[in-house]
């Protein structure tokens, strides 16, 4: 017959070896995860627009291969000419079974400036950035919030989420510039 009390001295030992192993494993995953979620986090903290922050960088894959609010701000500002594509060509589509002058004429308007802040970003902000010239950078960013606001101020009832999404995130990529400077 086993000596009990050795059968529990057993048991106690295997369930500290499974516990530290455990606990470990779960640290070191914490540690992993927590360099980017912390990143996107803490960038975003400082943010007008929290929520649009957060949503639209953890559902862009690129946003997990920064390594510091530079690298971060870079990768969004692609993500801003990536949603003015995006919102022309939704209006674009859209144009083409439209008959009202009316709606036809605000939909043009809103083409014009989402290719306006494509152009922007893409033309000038982003070199400017990547000379580290934030103050010209933040100009572009600036325009193209200045974009969504002129689209939505013809009164345009389509793809309002997305012009509101264009909006934010270009704004917040302006808080990310400023966050830089300082
Ligand atoms: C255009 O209108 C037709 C008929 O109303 C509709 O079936 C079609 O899905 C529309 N296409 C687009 C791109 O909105
Ligand atoms: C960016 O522009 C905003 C106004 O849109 C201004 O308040 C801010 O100081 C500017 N930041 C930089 C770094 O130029």
């Known amino acids: 017959m086993t000596n009990p009390t050795c059968f529990y001295l057993h048991l106690l030992m295997l369930s500290i070896v499974l516990h530290v192993l455990f606990v470990n494993q779960n640290i070191a995953t914490a540690i992993s995860n927590n360099d980017e979620v912390s990143l996107i986090r803490n960038s975003c903290d400082g943010t007008h627009y929290l929520g649009t922050c957060l949503s639209v ?30 919102l022309k060509s939704l209006f674009t589509a859209a144009e083409k079974n439209i008959t009202d002058p009316n709606l036809i004429k605000n939909v043009k308007k809103c083409i014009e400036v989402s290719d306006y802040c494509n152009y922007r970003i893409k033309t000038f902000g982003i070199p400017d950035f990547e000379e580290g010239n934030y103050r010209f950078a933040n100009i572009s960013a600036k325009d193209c919030v200045d974009c969504a606001t002129d689209c939505s101020f013809t009164g345009i009832k389509l793809f309002n989420k997305e012009i509101v999404t264009l909006h934010d995130f270009s704004a917040d990529v302006q808080d990310f510039i400023n966050m830089l400077q300082n």
């Open 57 to 86: 960088l953890e559902a862009d894959s690129r946003s997990k291969s920064a390594t510091d609010l530079k690298s971060l701000t870079r990768i969004s500002m692609d993500i801003v000419c990536e949603e003015a594509i995006g």
